[in-house]
C-alpha cells in the first residue's frame, strides 16, 4: 500500500464501531513480532523506547535523522499503518511530519508537554499544512 491508501486505512480503523488498540513498537523485530498476531490492524512506535535503545534519554535527545530512520524502517517491516511518536517534532513539526510521511509514517502523537497555547497552536498547523501538502489521510494526536 501508498502510504494515501494507509492514512486511509488508518481513519477508517479510528472510524470503525470496533475498538481500535494500538501497541506500541520501537524496532523492527517488535514490529514484525506484533504484525503478525492476528488481532493488530495497525502499530505505533514508541520515542523513549527507540531513544533508549540507542542510548539516548527521551525527550528529543536523540537526534531527528536517526528517530525518522527507525520509524521508517518499522513502517517498511509491516503491512499495516504505522502512526509514530515523534516527540514535539525536533525544533520543526511540520518538516518532522513530511519527512515522516516519505518513511511511510500515517499518524504521530506530537508532545504532550506543556506549552505556550500560540506554540502549540502553530505545531499543530505547521504538521497538518505538511500533511495536507504530502496528500496523505494523516491520524495526528497533539495533547
Known amino acids: ?31 514484525t513480532t506484533v504484525a503478525a498476531l492476528p488481532e493488530t490492524r495497525a502499530l505505533a512506535t514508541a520515542s523513549h523506547s527507540i531513544a533508549a535503545l540507542f542510548g539516548y534519554p527521551d525527550g528529543e535527545h536523540i537526534p531527528a535523522d536517526l528517530m525518522l530512520d527507525m520509524v521508517g ?3 517498511r517491516a509491516v503491512d499495516l499503518p504505522v502512526s509514530a511518536d515523534l516527540e514535539a517534532g525536533y525544533g520543526n513539526p511540520g518538516e518532522t511530519i513530511r519527512r515522516a510521511i516519505g518513511e511511510g509514517i500515517v499518524g504521530a502523537n506530537l508532545e504532550d508537554r506543556l506549552e505556550p497555547l500560540a506554540d502549540a497552536v502553530d505545531a499543530v498547523r505547521a504538521a497538518v499544512a505538511a500533511a495536507d501538502a504530502e496528500g496523505v489521510p494523516f491520524a495526528l494526536n497533539a495533547r
Not at 16 to 31: F, G, P, T
Open 1 to 31: 500500500m501508498t502510504p494515501a491508501e494507509y492514512g486511509v486505512e488508518l481513519r477508517r480503523l479510528h472510524l470503525d464501531d470496533e475498538l481500535l488498540q494500538v501497541v506500541n513498537v520501537w524496532d523492527v523485530v517488535s514490529a
Open 73 to 75: 524502517r518499522i513502517a
